[in-house]
């Protein structure tokens, strides 16, 4: 009963060990070892494909923290362009662009299964440590330029008001007062000033 040791066939392929019964296999120590390598590399395998899992996972946060932010940036800039605002609109659509090419890059290493997480790995570092943060610091730097020219501009018209713009929902202006109403007739106009520059709120 059990299994009988029997001279192993020269190849593990062997087509005789198809035609054999069960109970007939070789069991020689070579076979224990290949199967003791088979189980190995099942357990390799399997490892592996958690790890790319927790890639895959980490490449999909990436990807969309490399998008959504531009995305979001670029609706924000383009709204503030229908709103008036004419200078956000090529930041707008800068932004825009990139969510562009963002998607597209991760499309194409998509594509290519085999080295997704290399290719990932290697654009998302390209692209959202180059393209969106110098987009984002071109429209920081250009942003605060106009604001400084916008405020000396105001300055310069009247000296007792700074009028400092800002984007988005902060919009209105904050009035600054200088030399902190000394007199009654600087604090009438600069009350006069900011009800002109504040909107009114909305109920």
């Not at 988005?168 to 200088?178: A, M, P």
Request: aromatic share 10%; hydrophobic share 50%.
């Amino acid at each position: 009963a059990g299994f009988q040791r029997k001279p192993f066939p020269n190849s593990w392929f062997d087509p005789r060990l198809a035609e054999m019964p069960p109970e007939n296999l070789p069991l020689p120590d070579d076979m224990v070892r290949m199967q003791g390598t088979i189980l190995i590399q099942d357990l390799h395998a399997s490892a592996m494909r958690q790890e790319m899992s927790a890639q895959l996972f980490r490449f999909a946060l990436r990807l969309a923290a490399a998008v959504l932010l531009p995305f979001v940036l670029g609706i924000i800039l383009i709204a503030e362009w229908l709103n008036d605002r004419g200078e956000f609109l090529i930041f707008g659509a800068a932004m825009l662009a990139v969510t562009a090419f963002v998607l597209i890059r991760a499309m194409m290493a998509w594509r290519n299964n085999a080295s997704i997480w290399k290719q990932g790995e290697r654009i998302l570092m390209r692209v959202r440590g180059g393209v969106s943060n110098a987009g984002i610091c071109t429209y920081t730097a250009v942003s605060g330029i106009w604001y400084a020219w916008s405020a000396f501009e105001d300055y310069r018209e009247s000296p007792g008001v700074i009028s400092v713009r800002l984007p988005g929902t902060f919009r209105h202006h904050l009035v600054l007062i200088r030399g902190l109403f000394n007199t009654e007739a600087d604090w009438e106009q600069a009350t006069m000033q900011i009800r002109q520059h504040v909107p009114p709120a909305v109920p």
